[in-house]
Every structure is written in structure tokens, then in C-alpha cells.
């Protein structure tokens, strides 16, 4: 009998946490992401975490760049982009300008910015991409950001601690909005939410339960959620440490694209 019995592999199936919801929501831990290339890079690859194929608005890479790796050309199209660094160094030219990024650093590029990326530093590093149609509205238009999410003020909000990366309440012009959620071991949501905006959610630090939709799954740094329009939702921090997670959402706009409105 030439079949080799491997004990550690028993359990592969009931160790998995992955679940899909279609319509409501999805949880994506690390162990389940699988690898794919983007054409125009090079010693990079993504895990790719949402796509308009599932219902969303937007999209989201995770992105793996070797040193020395990143885009083969500048990216320039009718899209808005946000990266954000979760680990490493990340180089981003925007239109001849040179921007260094580190762990916790991020820009903002309205739509029609052209720019590149690249790591030059000597380790792997890993990029959150987003990218999505930019909803004008007329006498508008966002500006781009460059920082770092240590130097954005955690301000509260109802039960917890919020950094606003993008001043989507002061500025109309943003449609979206990248907001950090910090909450200490024990605290949770003051209510459950149930609205109009979808989200992209990666754990940066921590664990906690997220109740979605009637079920709960225990969530922990690196998971990644989405979340429907209308899926109710609530999160309490659990462990011993912080949990933290980057939040995406749609702001600032009327829904009334699709409307077929008559003289």
C-alpha cells in the first residue's frame, strides 16, 4: 500500500473558517486565500478579497510585492485607488512625485491619477488595493492624500474608537471612506447595524465575534469580511489585546443611479 496516512492533515476540513452568504456577507481567514497574478506586475501576485462578482462595488487585493517588484507601467484609469501598507515598505511615484510608505502608511488617488508602485525595500511587503468608480456630484473634487494612520487622531464613537483616514465628514467630494475601528478587550458595538453601505473589513490586530447576518464567527487578525448592504452586523472584542480592523464603506451619495425617471 503505497498511500501515506498524515495525521496533521485529519482535520483540514473542520479546522476551516471560511463561510459565504451570498447577498450577505462573506468571512475570508488567510488559510483560504488563493494566489493569482495581475497582469502589468511583476514579483508580485494577489489574493484577491472582492470583486463586483459577488454583488460589490468596489474591489480589494491583498497584495504580496517582493522587493524589487510592483507595477511594469503606471496604473492611469477612470478609477479612485487607496492602498494602505500592512507590512513592509511601499514606494508609489504619483504623476513624477516620489512617496515613501511604511507599515500603516496610505494614499488616496482620485480617479485619472497616474501612478506606480514598487517595493524597494529588502523585505515582502503587503498592500490592501482598492479601487472603484468614482460617483461625481457636480462643483466636487476629492484631493490626494498621502499619510500614515499613526498620525490620524482616534476620536469615539458610540462605544468604541475611530480613525477617519479620509475626512469623509468634513468633504462631500469623498464617496468613500476608509475608517480604523479600535476597541479595547471587552468592548463592543452599543447597537446592531443594519444600512445602505457595504464593507470591506481586514483585521489588523486582535480577535473578537462578529455576528452577521444571525450567525457568529470568531474573527482574528488577518480575516477578512464583506458585508452587504442591509446585513445586520455587531462586533465585540474579545482576547487579551486590542482588536482592530480597517474599514471600507460608501459615503456621500444619493442612491439614485439606477432609477429610470420619466418626464
Not at 503606471?74 to 513592509?88: A, M, T, W, Y
Not at 480604523?180 to 471587552?186: A, C, H, K, Q, S
Not at 452599543?190 to 489588523?204: Q, R, T
Not at 473578537?208 to 442591509?230: F, M, N, T
Request: charged share 25%; net charge negative.
Amino acid at each position: 500500500m503505497n498511500q501515506r496516512y498524515i495525521p496533521e492533515e485529519a482535520d483540514i476540513v473542520s479546522r476551516c473558517r471560511a463561510v459565504t452568504k451570498p447577498g450577505s456577507y462573506y468571512l475570508l481567514p488567510e488559510a483560504n486565500r488563493v494566489e493569482t497574478v495581475l497582469p502589468g506586475f511583476k514579483g508580485a501576485f494577489s489574493r484577491v478579497l472582492v470583486t463586483p462578482s459577488v454583488g460589490a462595488g468596489f474591489i480589494q487585493h491583498e497584495l504580496h510585492i517582493e522587493p524589487g517588484g510592483g507595477t511594469e507601467k503606471p496604473i492611469s484609469n477612470r478609477l479612485e485607488h487607496f492602498l494602505f501598507v500592512l507590512e513592509g515598505n511601499l514606494t508609489v511615484v504619483i504623476e513624477g512625485e516620489k512617496r515613501e510608505l511604511d507599515e500603516g502608511g496610505y494614499v488616496y488617488l482620485p480617479e485619472k491619477t497616474d501612478f506606480t508602485i514598487e517595493n524597494t525595500g529588502n523585505r515582502k511587503s503587503r498592500v490592501l488595493w482598492t479601487k472603484k468608480q468614482y460617483k461625481k456630484i457636480d462643483g466636487v473634487k476629492p484631493q490626494l492624500i498621502v499619510s500614515n494612520e499613526k498620525r490620524v487622531e482616534a476620536v469615539p464613537v458610540d462605544t468604541y474608537m475611530e480613525q477617519h483616514l479620509i475626512p469623509h465628514e468634513e468633504d462631500i467630494s469623498y464617496d468613500l471612506a476608509f475608517n480604523i475601528l479600535n476597541f479595547e478587550p471587552g468592548i463592543y458595538f452599543g447597537f446592531v447595524e443594519s444600512h445602505i453601505m457595504e464593507h470591506g473589513i481586514y483585521m489588523l490586530e486582535g480577535r473578537g465575534l462578529y455576528w452577521l447576518g444571525g450567525d457568529y464567527h470568531e474573527v482574528q487578525k488577518d480575516d477578512y469580511i464583506y458585508i452587504a448592504p442591509y446585513c445586520p452586523q455587531f462586533f465585540y472584542s474579545t482576547g487579551w489585546e486590542r482588536g482592530r480592523y480597517l474599514l471600507y464603506k460608501d459615503v456621500n451619495r444619493d442612491f439614485d443611479g439606477d432609477l429610470q425617471i420619466g418626464e
